[in-house]
């Protein structure tokens, strides 16, 4: 069966480290990846997508690497703050050749001062 | 730019009861989604539009209807609301298809008795 995975605990660091969130998928190929942030009682917002031809892409302190052959996605927030404390899903395109995003469930990140 | 608006923001509803949530984008997008979201489950798509007068079934459509009368408008029906129907619902938005991002509204928290 097709599944995305991401890690249901919540993250907990300290601030000023580095954030590193994954997201696992089964039976899709996807062409691209995105990653959206989601704060409480509000909807999700896009942070950064990546292509399947791409291995890295950046956005200020926002990393996300995309590894078709461990069919893996690795989120990472450098120099982490309080206010990066929010739920972050991992989507990827079904694969039909229409803008259908398919979610993970979010991981929970929490940033201590 | 209001973005993506929802209304209404929360509803209490009988089991039986029927209602509409009505999604607006003034983005000009093409594309508009209604998802819902649940505890361990993520966001799960329930129909979808490619554009004006057009909509198809996403991966849980049953006991709801939808309609795309306007460009800017994506509506939601429950015709006879189920206590499974409690729920978070999103609206999005993306301009056409392919590699797009989408927009999300706040959310409607539907609480069915």
């Known amino acids: 069966s097709q599944k995305i995975e991401q890690n249901s605990e919540a993250l907990n660091i300290q601030e000023g480290k580095t954030a590193t969130l994954t997201c696992n998928y089964t039976?899709?190929?996807?062409?691209?990846l995105q990653w959206y942030r989601q704060d409480p009682g509000r909807g999700p917002v896009f942070l950064l997508l990546i292509r399947e031809n791409e291995k890295e892409k950046r956005k200020e302190r926002l990393k996300v690497t995309f590894d078709t052959t461990l069919k893996q996605s690795l989120f990472h927030i450098t120099a982490s703050q309080p206010a990066d404390s929010a739920t972050y899903l991992c989507?990827?395109?079904?694969?039909?050749?229409?803008?259908?995003?398919?979610f993970g469930t979010g991981t929970r990140l929490l940033v201590s001062p | 730019n209001a973005g993506v608006t929802q209304t209404p923001k929360f509803r209490v509803l009988k089991t039986g009861q029927s209602m509409t949530l009505l999604c607006a984008q003034d983005m000009n997008h093409e594309y508009m989604y209604w998802y819902r979201q649940d505890p361990g489950m993520g966001l799960r798509l329930i129909h979808y539009?490619?554009?004006?007068?057009?909509?198809a079934k996403g991966e849980v459509p049953d006991g709801y209807n939808v309609s795309r009368l306007k460009k800017q408008n994506f509506l939601l029906g429950l015709e006879s609301a189920a206590p499974s129907q409690t729920s978070v619902y999103f609206c999005?938005?993306?301009?056409?298809?392919?590699?797009?991002?989408?927009?999300f509204g706040p959310g409607t928290r539907l609480l069915v008795l």
């Open positions: 989507a990827l395109d079904e694969g039909t050749g229409f803008q259908k995003l398919v």
């Open positions: 539009s490619v554009g004006e007068g057009t909509t």
């Open positions: 999005a938005s993306s301009l056409t298809a392919g590699v797009e991002t989408q927009y």
């Open positions: 039976n899709y190929s996807p062409a691209y």
